[in-house]
């Protein structure tokens, strides 16, 4: 039978172990959008018929707003290594709120991705995408 400090001794190895196995094979990998191109190829992976017009994106560069005329907002942002992407709709949308001169808060009525803050370049791109969001 094991004594006590070499069984919390293997678990902290095997927690530590861990921790660096996903680090180095690259767990902890951001995802951000480069370009315009990179943002329509995810989008479309999911839905191929929209058209999309001028994309914008937050500072950080890991979400991208689109306006999509008659269907809604279109939004592609980055989870991890992987990319999430929505149509938002005013039914979709519990609350809208500018925080700050650059910053918008949207909480949503999906339990997946229930609230986010973005941060953009100015307030003219954050009004904009405010504006989008509240009359899709």
Not at 25 to 53: M, W
Request: charged share 25%.
């Amino acid at each position: 039978m094991l004594s006590l400090p070499v069984l919390i001794g293997m678990i902290a190895a095997g927690i530590i172990g861990g921790v660096l196995a996903v680090h180095f094979l690259g767990g902890n990998k951001q995802s951000v959008l480069n370009s315009d191109t990179e943002v329509i190829a995810h989008f479309r992976q999911d839905y191929p018929e929209c058209g999309i017009s001028e994309i914008y994106f937050t500072r950080d560069r890991r979400t991208a707003f689109f306006d999509l005329p008659q269907q809604g907002t279109g939004i592609v942002h980055g989870v991890g290594a992987k990319f999430l992407t929505r149509i938002l709709k005013t039914d979709d949308i519990q609350e809208i709120r500018k925080q700050d001169e650059t910053r918008l808060f949207v909480r949503m009525h999906d339990f997946t991705w229930p609230a986010a803050s973005f941060s953009f370049e100015d307030k003219k791109t954050r009004d904009e995408v405010c504006d989008w969001l509240a009359r899709t």
